[in-house]
C-alpha cells in the first residue's frame, strides 16, 4: 500500500497486465482489496486507479495462502500466458467478464494447483477425449509443454485429458 500511495503521489501510473486474470481468479480478496482502497482514497483524497487495487490484490492472496506474491505472481503469469494461447489456438477473444473466460482462468488455476503438489486424479475418460476430441486434446498438449516448461513439472495425461474436456466445451459455447 506505501508502494501504491507513493507511486500515485509521484504520478507514476503502473499498468498492470494481469488485472483480468486477478479479478477473476482471486475475487474474494480483490474485494478486500477494493474496500480498502475505497478507505484509503476517502482518507487521504486521492485517486487510485484500479490497477493499484490489482495489486494489492496479489499481495493479500499471497499472504493468505502463505505463498508469497513472487508464487501467486508467476501462476497469474502463466495463467494469462495459458489463456492468451488457447485465444490463438481457437482464433477468438474471450470476454473477460464471461463465464467461460472465468470458468478457464479458475480451471488453470487449479490444474495449476494439483500440478505443482503431483496430485493428478485418474480420468477413465481419456480414451474416449482423445477420440472424440483430436482439437481440443492437442490444444491440451500445447497447454501441458507452457507449464512444463515454466514449472519443471510432468502434466500427467490424465489432467490433460480434462483440459481436454474444459477446451472442448468451451469450444462449443464459442461456436454458438
Not at 19 to 29: K, P
Not at 77 to 92: A, D, F, M, N, P
Not at 132 to 156: G, H, R, Y
Given at each position: 500500500?506505501a508502494?501504491s500511495?507513493?507511486?500515485?503521489?509521484?504520478?507514476?501510473?503502473?499498468?498492470?497486465?494481469?488485472?483480468?486474470?486477478?479479478?477473476?481468479?482471486?475475487?474474494?480478496?480483490?474485494?478486500?482489496?477494493?474496500?480498502?482502497?475505497?478507505m484509503?482514497?476517502?482518507?487521504?483524497?486521492?485517486?487510485?486507479?484500479?490497477?493499484?487495487?490489482?495489486?494489492?490484490t496479489?499481495h493479500?492472496?499471497?499472504?493468505?495462502?502463505e505463498?508469497?506474491?513472487?508464487?501467486?505472481?508467476?501462476?497469474?503469469?502463466?495463467?494469462?500466458?495459458?489463456?492468451?494461447?488457447?485465444?490463438?489456438?481457437?482464433?477468438?477473444?474471450?470476454?473477460?467478464?464471461s463465464?467461460?473466460?472465468?470458468?478457464?482462468v479458475?480451471?488453470?488455476?487449479f490444474?495449476?494447483?494439483?500440478?505443482?503438489?503431483?496430485?493428478?486424479?485418474?480420468?477413465?475418460?481419456?480414451k474416449?477425449?482423445?477420440?472424440?476430441?483430436?482439437?481440443?486434446?492437442?490444444?491440451?498438449?500445447?497447454?501441458?509443454?507452457?507449464?512444463?516448461?515454466?514449472?519443471?513439472?510432468?502434466?500427467?495425461?490424465a489432467?490433460?485429458?480434462?483440459?481436454?474436456?474444459?477446451?472442448?466445451?468451451?469450444?462449443?459455447d464459442?461456436?454458438?
Open positions: 500500500i508502494f500511495l507513493k507511486r500515485i503521489k509521484d504520478g507514476i501510473e503502473v499498468a498492470n497486465p494481469f488485472l483480468a486474470e486477478t479479478r477473476t481468479l482471486y475475487n474474494e480478496e480483490y474485494n478486500v482489496a477494493a474496500k480498502a482502497v475505497k484509503i482514497s476517502d482518507r487521504f483524497d486521492l485517486d487510485i486507479p484500479e490497477s493499484e487495487v490489482g495489486f494489492i496479489l493479500i492472496h499471497g499472504a493468505r495462502n505463498r508469497g506474491i513472487s508464487k501467486t505472481l508467476k501462476n497469474t503469469t502463466v495463467i494469462k500466458e495459458l489463456v492468451t494461447k488457447v485465444e490463438s489456438e481457437l482464433g477468438r477473444k474471450l470476454s473477460y467478464e463465464l467461460n473466460y472465468a470458468r478457464l479458475n480451471h488453470l488455476r490444474a495449476l494447483e494439483r500440478i505443482e503438489i503431483d496430485s493428478s486424479n485418474p480420468n477413465p475418460l481419456l474416449n477425449i482423445k477420440k472424440n476430441f483430436d482439437f481440443s486434446f492437442q490444444v491440451a498438449e500445447k497447454l501441458a509443454k507452457i507449464i512444463e516448461e515454466k514449472f519443471n513439472s510432468k502434466v500427467p495425461e489432467e490433460k485429458g480434462y483440459l481436454a474436456l474444459h477446451l472442448e466445451r468451451l469450444k462449443r464459442l461456436e454458438l
